[in-house]
């Protein structure tokens, strides 16, 4: 566990005991009906499958890398880190944080998906929201790497007179 160990004490995905105590990811009481994680604790907890055929395969290979403890769903990640999966309404802020809070280094959309991964978080649409997120971050729209090469090639000019007149 030394790699949640490392994060920002702030967002580190430790498991509190009783209560949602104000962290993401365990806000089991106002969980959405159409919250991604639901189904997924729905089997975890009582077996229960969705009636659609397609939906019921994909939850129960899905399930196989989730983790519900303290009513809060884990994903299992690279060396067994549990990851506090976010609902789509929690994604903002982590996301924000990493790409230009303390840490943040303004990250591009790939390297960003990385650093929430070491904070201890994830979602589902984890790498086409960090893409989203960081093309419209202003400063990143200000600072970017511009290229200062002329749209087209120079022209050569031809002098009418081979000296100068
Ligand atoms: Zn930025």
């Not at 659609?52 to 299992?76: C, E, M, P």
């Not at 990851?83 to 840490?103: D, I, K, W």
Request: one cysteine or more; charged letters at 20%; aromatic letters at 10%.
């Amino acid at each position: 566990m030394g790699e949640v160990d490392r994060t920002a004490p702030v967002y580190s995905p430790r498991i509190r005991r009783g209560g949602s105590g104000g962290s993401y990811g365990n806000s089991h009481e106002n969980r959405h009906p159409d919250d991604w994680r639901q189904p997924i604790i729905d089997y975890l907890q009582h077996g229960k499958l969705p009636d659609d055929v397609h939906k019921k395969i994909d939850i129960r290979q899905r399930a196989s890398r989730f983790v519900y403890f303290n009513d809060t769903l884990f994903r299992r990640s690279f060396g067994e880190v549990l990851l506090r999966c976010l609902s789509s309404t929690e994604t903002a802020q982590p996301m924000n944080e990493a790409h230009l809070g303390v840490c943040g280094a303004h990250q591009s959309g790939a390297k960003l998906h990385f650093q929430i991964k070491k904070m201890g978080y994830c979602w589902p649409t984890m790498v086409k929201d960090c893409m989203e997120n960081a093309q419209l971050c202003q400063p990143c729209q200000f600072h970017a790497n511009f290229i200062h090469q002329p749209p087209e090639p120079l022209h050569p000019t031809t002098t009418s007179w081979s000296f100068d007149a």
